[in-house]
């Protein structure tokens, strides 16, 4: 049976003749019997308005409650028998049966009764509007075609005041506006102001630049700017955000390229580096999600989804509902990679953190618009469904204890990290400063005792105090189980041992297996400083450093054999095997996952970082408990040689895996010679 029922034309508005297909013919309506609507008089309209019972009506197929010639009857002027009859026809098997449900009702609308050998079903949700007396009994709302219409407005509305007047955490403590806003005043011209220290909300937008960057400000034209433009000379977007501005009764709106001059290089970095409080201290941030440039405007006219229900009730009066099918959808919120969002606004790298940084975000997507804060994750269609708020909070991006529970206490950096590779960049050099927002409001959690002795906490993309487990990055996989190519980028953008050194997608591998808890760092291995060339302790060298960044470390360095190039059960072609030298196991083997293509040889070195308690792993996947004398070690850490043009110093080319019985690997680690390391 197809998934793609239409309704009739009359649910559409129409009244006149038509074949619509699926056999029905549509004719004028006749009049109304004298009678109430059999099918109508079912509703439990009233009580669902005086009570919280569940409620639930069931109409059999076979009708034998309702007579089909009063079916029939009705069918030419009510809605809803029309539905019905519609239904029965188009179902057509009389073991079939069309539910209703009642209370967290008018919920799920028409679900098809399973067919034997068949569980494909079709699902109509029932839906109210704002101004409906039985709203609150619907489960849906009916999204209006245009998003900045009344009935739209008066969502976005209600969930802004419920925010400010319920949500403590989202609450805005600092109101100083920034640098420049776009002042809305003396609408319709527009006023570029420079301000100083002055408070009051303004509103942020968020959204794809495209490639038409016809209206920026400038050194030429910020003079013009200032003495105040007409709002029509903008492109759509910034257009739309006017709108929903004024419509929210704002009157200030920061916008980056306006706001910020373009083609200057000191007012970027310096405007770039403020950008973390821009949004945050916004009193909210609109999210132009659907636009993929400027020049489209996000206020599109939305595909209406919905068909006009008008029921009867069982006093005679009239209820104006409607009719949505229900998609296979789950009502998510995330900046998580799994996020439901696939919005052109969503794939593009620096607006991760304006989705995170904000106490408040107003979606506007293709089908509807969506609310995010820190308690609630909220969508047109579905109010009633609060996820409470979203996924990845920054909060949660550093860990909640100092202590080192285990080796992975930054995991949720990590996932927010492996969606952030996976999103866009006009410009590869702009893959630090475009999470550096995020990182300058994570860094302010971070204790003084997780900084290097250069006084550093973050070095270029990994938190020093997470220094064993940052490293161990490796090649994203793909759909296909391949591993995805990293390449190296025609200008440097971040020291060699960084995940933020190759274009394409990273992640961190042993952050996403079982059992991590029983990774630890190898206690001999010192980390002793850090140097962030470009960078100084006061800016944390949060937007990137130059040439010359190095990271120094006292660690065992164990020679290799030259690899054998073998795939791993993926296909993978980068992930190879190869035996250590001068180790007690000479049947001791690695796996190394090279970050570029290429063949292991007798120049590299393994560097172990981190090791596994040895009741953690047993080749071939069976109880650990029970396998008497093969418990294991495993080791893990990165791959490196000698740099060019540096007599003393090194850069990394991969990262490995090995495993020793233990016996053996406690005399492994006894006899490691620690050598003195500096990474480029």
Same mark, same amino acid.
């Given at each position: 049976?197809?998934?793609?029922?239409?309704?009739?034309?009359?649910?559409?508005?129409?009244?006149?003749?038509?074949?619509?297909?699926?056999?029905?013919?549509?004719?004028?309506?006749?009049?109304?019997?004298?009678? $109430?609507?059999?099918?109508?008089?079912?509703?439990?309209?009233?009580?669902?308005?005086?009570?919280?019972?569940?409620?639930?009506?069931?109409?059999?197929?076979?009708?034998?409650?309702? *007579?089909?010639?009063?079916?029939?009857?009705?069918?030419?002027?009510?809605?809803?028998?029309?539905?019905?009859?519609?239904?029965?026809?188009?179902?057509?098997?009389?073991?079939?049966?069309?539910?209703?449900?009642?209370?967290?009702?008018?919920?799920?609308?028409?679900?098809?009764?399973?067919?034997?050998?068949?569980?494909?079903?079709?699902?109509?949700?029932?839906?109210?509007?704002?101004?409906?007396?039985?709203?609150?009994?619907?489960?849906?709302?009916?999204?209006?075609?245009?998003?900045?219409?009344?009935?739209?407005?008066?969502?976005?509305?209600?969930?802004?005041?419920?925010?400010?007047? /319920?949500?403590?955490?989202?609450? =805005?403590?600092?109101? !100083?506006?920034?640098?420049?806003?776009?002042?809305?005043?003396?609408?319709? /011209?527009?006023?570029?102001?420079?301000?100083?220290?002055?408070?009051?909300?303004?509103?942020?937008?968020?959204?794809?630049?495209?490639?038409?960057?016809?209206?920026? !400000?400038?050194?030429?034209?910020?003079?013009?700017?200032?003495?105040?433009?007409?709002?029509?000379?903008?492109?759509?977007?910034?257009?739309?955000?006017?709108?929903?501005?004024?419509?929210?009764?704002?009157?200030?709106?920061?916008?980056?390229?306006?706001?910020?001059?373009?083609?200057?290089?000191?007012?970027? /970095?310096?405007?770039?580096?403020?950008?973390?409080?821009?949004?945050?201290? +916004?009193?909210? !941030?609109?999210?132009?999600?659907?636009?993929?440039?400027?020049?489209?405007?996000?206020?599109?006219?939305?595909?209406? +989804?919905?068909?006009?229900?008008?029921?009867?009730?069982?006093?005679?009066?009239?209820?104006?509902?409607?009719?949505?099918?229900?998609?296979?959808?789950?009502?998510?919120?995330?900046?998580? *990679?799994?996020?439901?969002?696939?919005?052109?606004?969503?794939?593009?790298?620096?607006?991760?953190?304006?989705?995170?940084?904000?106490?408040?975000?107003?979606?506007?997507?293709?089908?509807?618009?969506?609310?995010?804060?820190?308690?609630?994750?909220?969508?047109?269609?579905?109010?009633? =469904?609060?996820?409470?708020?979203?996924?990845?909070?920054?909060?949660?991006?550093?860990?909640?204890?100092?202590?080192?529970?285990?080796?992975? *206490?930054?995991?949720?950096?990590?996932?927010?990290?492996?969606?952030?590779?996976?999103?866009?960049?006009?410009?590869?050099?702009?893959?630090?400063?475009?999470?550096?927002?995020?990182?300058?409001?994570?860094?302010?959690?971070?204790?003084?005792?997780?900084?290097?002795?250069?006084?550093?906490?973050?070095?270029?993309?990994?938190?020093?105090?997470?220094?064993?487990?940052?490293?161990?990055?490796?090649?994203?996989?793909?759909?296909?189980?391949?591993?995805?190519?990293?390449?190296? *980028?025609?200008?440097?953008?971040?020291?060699?041992?960084?995940?933020?050194?190759?274009?394409?997608?990273?992640?961190?591998?042993?952050?996403? $297996?079982?059992?991590?808890?029983?990774?630890?760092? $190898?206690?001999?291995?010192?980390?002793?400083?850090?140097?962030?060339?470009?960078? !100084?302790?006061?800016?944390?060298?949060?937007?990137?450093?130059?040439?010359?960044?190095?990271?120094?470390?006292?660690?065992?360095?164990?020679?290799?054999?030259?690899?054998?190039?073998?795939?791993?059960?993926?296909?993978?072609?980068?992930?190879? $095997?190869?035996?250590?030298?001068?180790?007690?196991?000479?049947?001791?083997?690695?796996?190394?996952?090279?970050?570029?293509?290429?063949?292991?040889?007798?120049?590299?070195?393994?560097?172990?970082?981190?090791?596994?308690?040895?009741?953690?792993?047993?080749?071939?996947?069976?109880?650990?408990?029970?396998?008497?004398?093969?418990?294991?070690?495993?080791?893990?850490?990165?791959?490196?040689?000698?740099?060019?043009?540096?007599?003393?110093?090194?850069?990394?080319?991969?990262?490995?895996?090995? +495993?020793?019985?233990?016996?053996?690997?406690?005399?492994?680690?006894?006899?490691?010679?620690?050598?003195?390391?500096?990474?480029?």
């Amino acid at each position: 049976m197809s998934t793609d029922l239409d309704l009739p034309p009359h649910l559409r508005g129409g009244d006149e003749a038509n074949d619509i297909g699926y056999g029905f013919v549509v004719t004028k309506r006749a009049e109304a019997p004298s009678s $109430i609507c059999p099918v109508c008089a079912r509703l439990p309209l009233r009580e669902l308005a005086s009570s919280n019972s569940e409620l639930s009506l069931t109409y059999k197929t076979s009708f034998d409650s309702v *007579p089909r010639d009063e079916l029939r009857a009705w069918a030419g002027h009510c809605d809803l028998a029309k539905l019905v009859r519609d239904l029965e026809m188009y179902w057509g098997n009389q073991n079939d049966q069309i539910d209703l449900y009642g209370d967290e009702v008018f919920k799920e609308l028409c679900e098809r009764g399973f067919r034997e050998g068949n569980d494909r079903r079709e699902r109509w949700l029932i839906c109210g509007i704002v101004e409906s007396p039985f709203f609150d009994q619907t489960a849906g709302s009916a999204v209006h075609p245009d998003p900045l219409s009344e009935p739209s407005m008066a969502r976005i509305r209600h969930w802004i005041e419920t925010c400010i007047s /319920k949500h403590t955490q989202c609450r =805005i403590t600092d109101t !100083t506006l920034p640098t420049r806003v776009l002042d809305l005043a003396q609408f319709p /011209k527009i006023i570029l102001r420079e301000v100083t220290d002055e408070q009051g909300p303004y509103i942020a937008l968020s959204h794809c630049w495209g490639l038409a960057k016809t209206f920026t !400000t400038t050194e030429s034209t910020m003079d013009s700017l200032k003495a105040g433009f007409p709002a029509e000379d903008l492109p759509a977007t910034f257009r739309d955000a006017i709108a929903v501005t004024r419509a929210l009764g704002i009157q200030y709106l920061w916008i980056d390229s306006l706001c910020i001059i373009q083609g200057h290089a000191e007012d970027w /970095k310096r405007e770039a580096g403020k950008m973390a409080s821009v949004y945050a201290n +916004s009193y909210l !941030t609109i999210s132009a999600s659907n636009a993929a440039g400027d020049d489209e405007g996000f206020l599109k006219h939305r595909e209406v +989804s919905h068909h006009s229900l008008k029921v009867i009730t069982s006093t005679g009066n009239s209820a104006q509902y409607y009719l949505r099918k229900i998609e296979l959808e789950v009502p998510v919120f995330s900046i998580s *990679p799994a996020a439901v969002y696939t919005e052109p606004l969503d794939t593009r790298a620096w607006t991760l953190q304006e989705a995170l940084l904000p106490k408040r975000v107003l979606r506007f997507n293709t089908k509807e618009s969506g609310w995010e804060c820190s308690k609630a994750g909220l969508r047109e269609r579905w109010p009633d =469904i609060n996820n409470g708020g979203r996924t990845y909070k920054l909060e949660d991006l550093w860990p909640k204890s100092s202590a080192h529970e285990h080796i992975w *206490p930054f995991g949720e950096w990590y996932k927010l990290l492996s969606g952030f590779v996976n999103r866009n960049l006009t410009y590869d050099t702009d893959k630090l400063p475009s999470i550096a927002g995020v990182v300058s409001k994570v860094s302010d959690m971070a204790p003084e005792a997780a900084t290097s002795p250069s006084g550093y906490k973050y070095c270029a993309g990994i938190w020093w105090q997470d220094l064993p487990s940052g490293l161990l990055w490796a090649a994203d996989g793909t759909d296909d189980g391949e591993i995805s190519k990293l390449t190296k *980028p025609s200008r440097y953008l971040a020291p060699s041992w960084s995940w933020a050194s190759l274009n394409g997608a990273t992640y961190h591998p042993l952050a996403v $297996i079982e059992n991590t808890a029983n990774w630890s760092p $190898i206690k001999i291995v010192k980390f002793n400083n850090v140097h962030l060339e470009g960078a !100084t302790p006061s800016d944390g060298g949060f937007m990137g450093v130059q040439p010359g960044s190095h990271l120094s470390l006292s660690a065992p360095l164990l020679a290799i054999k030259s690899g054998t190039g073998k795939k791993n059960y993926f296909g993978a072609v980068d992930e190879m $095997i190869f035996p250590f030298h001068n180790v007690p196991d000479e049947n001791l083997l690695g796996t190394a996952l090279l970050d570029l293509p290429g063949k292991l040889d007798d120049e590299i070195l393994a560097v172990p970082l981190i090791i596994s308690a040895a009741k953690d792993f047993y080749a071939g996947w069976k109880d650990h408990e029970t396998a008497q004398g093969n418990k294991r070690v495993r080791f893990a850490g990165i791959l490196i040689k000698r740099s060019d043009g540096l007599e003393e110093g090194y850069e990394r080319v991969g990262m490995f895996q090995t +495993s020793a019985s233990s016996d053996k690997a406690a005399r492994m680690i006894c006899d490691w010679a620690m050598k003195d390391i500096k990474l480029f």
